[in-house]
């Protein structure tokens, strides 16, 4: 059974720069596995920031960039804004047509 | 404008059945694999299904591997998920949604507003 990991939250300043991360519960994510990135807010569909570890999504912001940090996929929010307090969250492409989810991060900007 | 949108969600029976649809515009819908991918109420995104471009290829999560069948009609730019034998822990909204290249199976780049599924007597 594969575990996509995130951290269920962290916090923020304004202004500041936040690195969110996601791994696996057992091996190390590359860019094999073709990581995304997605925010959500509350009431609303995901919307995509970044596919194929670092590829920004249509319209989305620089301060929102992807890579892989060590054995994780990772998002850096840099410049940290009011609106980007919303869950985030990766998945990554498992092979033979499978997908999996971590189960999201709670980001608080305060 | 490179669009999805989903329909056919409701209230269902345990044991029921449903079909959602997912119309696609703004996109040469025949070249994509697409994705179904749900949440249930105050969880996280669950991928689901995705079939291939041609819709000869087909992949389910365990959690509905047996009850779901998912298929497309290229000529109408639609793509559907059947979900049989529906239990409680079906019940989500269930959003479609395409990925950004054509061909290949990973990552979802544009999604729909999705379609809410209840499952309740």
């Known amino acids: 059974q594969t575990v996509v990991t995130q951290e269920p939250s962290f916090s923020v300043s304004p202004g500041g720069t936040v690195t969110l991360t996601c791994g696996l519960s057992s091996g190390s994510v590359s860019t094999s596995l073709y990581p995304s990135w997605y925010q959500q807010t509350p009431g609303q569909a995901p919307r995509t920031l970044i596919y194929?570890?670092?590829t920004r999504s249509s319209g989305v912001p620089d301060r929102f960039s992807g890579s892989i940090l060590g054995k994780k996929a990772a998002l850096t929010i840099t410049g940290a804004q009011a609106d980007d307090e919303s869950d985030y969250y990766c998945v990554l492409y498992m092979g033979s047509g499978f997908s999996v989810f971590g189960g999201g991060t709670k980001l608080t900007v305060l | 404008e490179v669009q999805v949108l989903e329909s056919g969600g409701g209230l269902v029976q345990p044991g029921g059945s449903l079909r959602l649809s997912c119309a696609a515009s703004g996109f040469t819908f025949s070249s994509y694999a697409m994705t179904w991918v749900r949440q249930a109420p105050g969880k996280g995104l669950e991928w689901v299904s995705l079939i291939s471009a041609s819709g000869v290829s087909t992949y389910f999560a365990d959690s509905v591997k047996g009850r779901f069948t998912i298929s497309r009609d290229n000529s109408k730019n639609t793509v559907y998920l059947q979900m049989n034998s529906l239990r409680a822990e079906d019940t989500a909204i269930y959003y479609c949604?395409?990925?950004?290249?054509?061909?290949?199976?990973?990552?979802?780049?544009?999604w729909g507003q999705g379609t809410t599924v209840t499952v309740s007597s």
């Open positions: 949604a395409k990925p950004p290249y054509a061909h290949y199976y990973y990552g979802m780049e544009v």
């Open positions: 194929s570890t670092n």
